[in-house]
């Protein structure tokens, strides 16, 4: 298997959206034969009562039409999740009221028809912040959740999408934060969390990536390793040939004292990483198109294809991150073969 970034990984990539605004914090879903794109339209990466959930529909992933869009009724709304729960069309998102964003509280929306939607309600237990949900029966759904105030993640159990409970533990300390979870065929649950390890805006020396893992019932949870590779922020994680695979951040130069894991003044990357089974390690594959405030990615496989949604500042410029959380970014796609994956997994 290559352990060495792939630069030349062949990959389509187009832009969905550019429009001049900070759109970012995306999510990707097939949903009866279509896919479905959320994502996050604001003046920039901080907190705006301006700020709205855009949902895209489309039939081949680069012809676009808009099915909804939500506000946070004077708050900031950000960060979208979606699921398909008992086969409707779910949206989670997070309120937050810090301009420096620190959500509090979960909100969620259904639709049948992913065009006429219920109204959000509240997502309970309060104060946790849902992340994407899996299920293995498609009667009971797992969703990772964190909170910024506890330092935490942990796995939520629901049956109806909206009132959950708390499962299990699977992180805590070291400011444990945006987390993701997947299940492979033997029914084994991985999760990856970004832990911020207390770092500020230089970033922290032991910051980086949590990769745990659970057998069913789900209830105990085993740490794999501290990833030192990436602090991969925003993750979606996803399967090939029972193979886990992981998008998120990746920092271009990770060296302090300046520029330790999650670096503000840092460059940033969208990145491809596989999850290397035997201890959980991320083999960083290749760099999608991007630069600056980039990441918060979505991932679906759809016939023999991986399509991957992400947003970036533009990427023939390489801004620091946090020049890029005030520059416009776009909205964009990159498709991958899955034979290529089929040949990284070897």
């Known amino acids: 298997m290559s352990h060495h970034p792939l630069p030349t990984l062949p990959m389509q990539t187009w832009t969905v959206v550019n429009d001049g ?15 479905w794109l959320a994502y996050i339209s604001s003046p920039s990466h901080f907190a705006s009562k301006h700020s709205r959930v855009v949902l895209l529909r489309s039939t081949d992933a ?3 039409q808009k099915a909804a869009e939500f506000s946070g009724n004077g708050e900031d709304i950000r960060d979208p999740k979606l699921g398909s729960i008992h086969g409707r069309l779910f949206l989670f998102a997070l309120l937050n009221k810090k301009f420096d964003a620190e ?5 969620a929306a259904h639709s049948a028809d992913g065009s006429e939607w219920s109204a959000f309600e509240d997502v309970t237990p309060s104060g946790w912040l849902i992340g994407r ?8 759904y797992f969703a990772p959740a964190h909170r910024i105030d506890h330092g935490s993640a942990v796995l939520l159990r629901s049956t109806n999408g909206i009132a959950w409970d708390i499962h299990a533990t699977i992180q805590t300390g070291d400011r444990a934060d945006e987390t993701a979870v997947q299940l492979l065929s033997n029914g084994l649950m991985i999760s990856a969390s970004r832990v911020e390890a207390g770092g500020g805006i230089f970033g922290h020396p032991e910051a980086g990536t949590q990769i745990s893992s659970a057998q069913v019932p789900y209830n105990e949870w085993t740490s794999l390793t501290r990833s030192k590779v990436t602090r991969l922020d925003g993750p979606v994680l996803f399967t090939h040939n029972d193979h886990l695979f992981a998008v998120g951040r990746r920092q271009v130069k990770a060296a302090g004292p300046l520029q ?13 990483f596989l999850i290397r089974k035997k201890d959980g390690e991320l083999i960083h594959l290749t760099d999608l198109p991007s630069s600056g405030d980039t990441s918060y990615p979505g991932a679906v496989i759809v016939n023999g294809k991986l399509f991957i949604s992400y947003y970036t500042n533009d990427p023939g410029r390489d801004p620091a ?3 890029g959380m005030l520059l416009p970014t776009q909205i964009r796609i990159a498709m991958i073969e899955t034979s290529y994956l089929i040949e990284v997994e070897k």
């Open 21 to 35: 605004k900070h759109n970012a914090f995306t999510d990707l879903l097939f949903w009866r034969d279509e896919f």
């Open 103 to 107: 959500p509090y509280k979960s909100i």
């Open 133 to 140: 949900p899996v299920s293995r029966d498609d009667q009971t």
């Open 62 to 64: 680069r012809h676009w």
């Open 260 to 272: 330790w894991q999650g670096s503000a003044i840092g460059q940033k990357r969208c990145a491809l």
């Open 321 to 323: 991150w946090l020049l």
